[in-house]
């Protein structure tokens, strides 16, 4: 019951920080500096992991299927299966993974922190909502750069996929037929709808990794029990909601 | 420093040198319980514009959390709280009478330097131009004896020029009302003495409503208009500083003026053995 409580006021809580963080969009513009800081700390600082994993993502993807497509002999169609499976799945939830355990748990740390060292509470004594400070610009911030992270992310796993489809003996496919494939197959709407879902993702982790981190009660022990609990939830919701939008858009 | 006394009830601002109205503080009744523990236990006072208001109670009382009821920080169970004669509980209040409270441990924006951590309020407010947010700020710091320090980080900062930041913080804000949470606790007497002359010194030049909770007697006994005492959550005292020289009440008395004995049962189980 204590759980039920607890999961219906984290519900509540975020959709409240959800209104009050929109309800100062308004001050976006003023606030230029820390939003350009957040696009910084979410797109540029995780990049190259994302880079790194989209990479082997789409490595492996190619060469589990292609050993199984040679025994059909449709590898050819390698390039197809990389491509859809990067831009409408793996791509979208990835990138929303590595923001989860990179961008989120920083962020509930950094919030956390702010809250137990009585930073907020200074802050609302101030007049100046914690919601239009730390959250709008990071909200704002994820909106802009998940979609940047995603392409590059499908563009590194399929460039990966076509590495290995050349270079290994049982696929060896020229990247030109892989590529060739990959675009007949791969629509501009499953990139579109892939970049739906990353937007989708991104925006309610760093939500619910902000709303953790703002109330987060206690002394620096409760610091490290939030961020846990961020990243937890972040990746619970992620697949959850994977599950949902792929049904409707599918 | 602006030198002419104010007229009772105003507040000659520091930057501007335009008078606004001191406010007064009511606390009505005022109860909170956290789950089953309460708090604060029917507490009623008033505390009078330009007046400097000093809650005295031993750790654990509620002087902290009755602070963050007259700030708005947290909801009162039962009771109210008024400032200026408006729900301290609302937002609106806090729009329109400007309240400032230093913290205990200085709450300072460790990611921020000591100059923008004053120019946050005014930046945020868009009270004035950059140039004049700048005027605030080193007027604000020269006030506190702090030139200098304006590009440090707070974390490079003594615990007694954190809490002077604080209070230079709180001053940019040109508020109506100071609150001031335990503002000499872990510093040294010398130190204290010159937290305490300043809370002095800056309600009577810029007449200033003041709330002090603290454990310090010197603190009260130098500085305050009158005291009250909060023990287990009840206000169980409210008068002038003098009442502190000569408490009848054993429990205020054991309070203010501990006496250590040694031969108290409480330090039996101390006895160290080889």
């Known amino acids: 019951m204590k759980q039920l409580n607890n999961i219906l006021e984290g519900f509540g809580s975020t959709w409240l920080l959800l209104v009050r963080s929109l309800s100062y969009t308004a001050t976006l513009p003023r606030q230029f500096g820390r939003f350009v800081e957040q696009c910084y700390l979410i797109g540029y600082t995780t990049l190259p992991i994302v880079a790194i994993l989209s990479f082997f993502i789409g490595s492996v993807l190619a060469l589990q299927a292609g050993r199984s497509m040679q025994d059909f002999g449709t590898q050819q169609f390698i390039g197809s299966l990389v491509g859809l499976s990067m831009a409408r799945e793996l791509g979208p939830v990835m990138v929303a993974i590595l923001l989860a355990g990179r961008v989120g748990s920083a962020i509930a740390a950094e919030l956390a922190s702010m809250k137990v060292y009585q930073e907020v509470d200074a802050l609302e004594t101030m007049n100046i909502p914690p919601a239009r400070m730390l959250v709008l610009p990071r909200l704002a911030a994820v909106l802009v750069m998940m979609p940047v992270l995603t392409i590059i992310g499908d563009l590194v796993g399929w460039f990966g996929g076509a590495i290995v489809a050349k270079y290994t003996k049982i696929i060896s496919i020229e990247p030109e037929s892989y590529f060739a494939v990959l675009r007949h197959y791969t629509h501009f709407n499953d990139v579109i709808n892939g970049l739906m879902k990353a937007e989708l993702f991104g925006f309610v982790v760093v939500l619910v990794c902000c709303n953790i981190g703002l109330n987060t009660r206690g002394g620096p022990r409760e610091i490290g029990a939030s961020v846990t609990r961020a990243v937890v939830v972040s990746l619970i919701l992620i697949l959850v909601l994977d599950y949902f939008v792929t049904q409707v858009l599918t | ?274």
Do not use: C
Not at chain 2, 139 to 155: E, F, R, T, Y
Not at chain 2, 188 to 205: F, G
Not at chain 2, 232 to 249: M, R, V, Y
């Open chain 2, 1 to 274: 420093m602006p030198s002419s006394p104010s007229p009772a009830g105003a507040t000659r601002n520091p930057f501007t040198q335009v008078e606004t109205a001191a406010v007064g503080v009511s606390v009505e009744h005022l109860s909170k319980n956290f789950g089953s523990l309460q708090v604060l236990k029917d507490v009623t006072f008033s505390v009078e514009p330009g007046e400097i208001f000093v809650l005295m109670g031993p750790s654990g009382s509620g002087k902290s959390v009755l602070l963050k009821h007259i700030v708005g920080l947290e909801l009162p169970t039962s009771g109210r709280v008024t400032v200026d004669g408006k729900d301290a509980s609302s937002e609106a209040t806090r729009e329109q009478v400007r309240m400032a409270l230093v913290f205990q441990s200085g709450a300072l924006f460790n990611s921020l330097s000591v100059y923008d951590n004053l120019a946050l309020y005014p930046r945020e407010h868009q009270i004035t131009d950059e140039a004049g947010i700048r005027e605030k700020v080193m007027h604000a710091l020269k006030i506190l004896s702090l030139d200098g320090v304006d590009q440090k980080s707070p974390s490079d900062l003594s615990g007694g020029m954190k809490k002077r930041v604080a209070i230079a913080r709180a001053l940019v804000m040109e508020p109506q009302l100071m609150l001031y949470d335990e503002p000499t606790s872990e510093l040294d007497p010398v130190t204290s003495a010159t937290i305490s002359e300043i809370i002095a010194t800056l309600k009577q030049e810029y007449h200033v409503t003041t709330i002090v909770v603290s454990h310090d007697r010197e603190l009260a006994l130098n500085i305050s208009d009158r005291v009250g005492i909060l023990m287990d959550g009840a206000l169980i005292s409210l008068g002038p500083p003098s009442d502190l020289k000569a408490p009848t009440d054993p429990h205020i008395a054991e309070f203010l003026y501990p006496k250590i004995d040694l031969q108290h049962p409480r330090f039996k189980n101390l006895e160290t053995t080889p």
